[in-house]
């Protein structure tokens, strides 16, 4: 038993080393990076073509599928070639030069290929469309997951602040359940809502492509512009 937790946690020591190219250190506690996320869920959602790299990607392969049906179509249309040709002759002991020159334009144009071009340019519009699901997918899921993360959010930090209310009345606690029972409870609880609430963060910041950037300690200027902008507008309704 005790082998194979050694090599299960040298197994994990070499996981983390490929992946972070470092070695590990002591575990610390989760830093709590909620200041690095959008304030409002809307706003997160506005922001996710611009940040999330799958959304990137995705509207990266429609436009790739765009331009090879534009190409297609380009190619379905009659050629027109343009030809020059020039020689020069010069002779010796004479003082005139032989100067020819000639000009061809040529059009070319299928007229008949068995149907291979629309059958591609067909293929190319079912690939187009399958990219356009695919973003449409993807942007539903990652829209679905920053609503959970938020919702989730919400609600951990009204059950701590519902905590810290209640703490005034401990004497009636008291007086119906054990004081240690009670407060290993709250405790427990505390910690719960805590790690959930820093999960669920970790969830929006993950989601909008930013997570490396907060854990370096640097915000993403259209998430600190949006603070501003939010401070502004709580200023102004201030009375």
């Known amino acids: 038993?005790?082998?194979?937790?050694?090599?299960?946690?040298?197994?994990?020591?070499?996981?983390?080393?490929?992946?972070?190219?470092?070695?590990?250190?002591?575990?610390?506690?989760?830093?709590?990076?909620?200041?690095?996320?959008?304030?409002?869920?809307?706003?997160?959602?506005?922001?996710?073509?611009?940040?999330?790299?799958?959304?990137?990607?995705?509207?990266?392969?429609?436009?790739?599928?765009?331009?090879?049906?534009?190409?297609?179509?380009?190619?379905?249309?009659?050629?027109?070639?343009?030809?020059?040709?020039?020689?020069?002759?010069?002779?010796?002991?004479?003082?005139?030069n032989n100067f020819d020159a000639q000009a061809i334009v040529s059009m070319t144009y299928k007229f008949m290929d068995g149907g291979l071009a629309q059958g591609q340019l067909g293929q190319l519009l079912a690939r187009q469309e399958q990219e356009e699901n695919r973003y449409n997918f993807d942007r539903d899921e990652a829209e679905a997951d920053l609503r959970k993360f938020y919702t989730t959010i919400a609600s951990a930090r009204s059950k701590t602040a519902s905590l810290s209310e209640g703490q005034g009345g401990k004497r009636t606690l008291f007086e119906l359940l054990d004081i240690q029972m009670a407060a290993f409870n709250a405790e427990r609880a505390s910690i719960m809502n805590m790690f959930e609430e820093r999960k669920a963060v970790y969830g929006v910041l993950s989601t909008l492509g930013v997570f490396i950037e907060a854990v370096n300690g640097s915000r993403n200027t259209m998430i600190a512009e949006e603070a501003k902008l939010n401070k502004v507008s709580d200023k102004a309704k201030t009375p």
């Open 1 to 96: 038993m005790a082998a194979d937790n050694e090599a299960e946690l040298q197994n994990a020591l070499d996981r983390f080393q490929r992946l972070v190219k470092a070695e590990p250190g002591e575990l610390k506690p989760a830093p709590d990076l909620s200041d690095y996320t959008p304030a409002k869920v809307e706003t997160a959602i506005n922001l996710l073509p611009q940040t999330s790299p799958r959304l990137r990607s995705d509207e990266l392969s429609k436009r790739a599928s765009e331009l090879e049906i534009e190409a297609k179509k380009t190619s379905l249309l009659p050629q027109f070639v343009f030809q020059t040709d020039t020689t020069l002759k010069s002779y010796t002991g004479t003082y005139w």
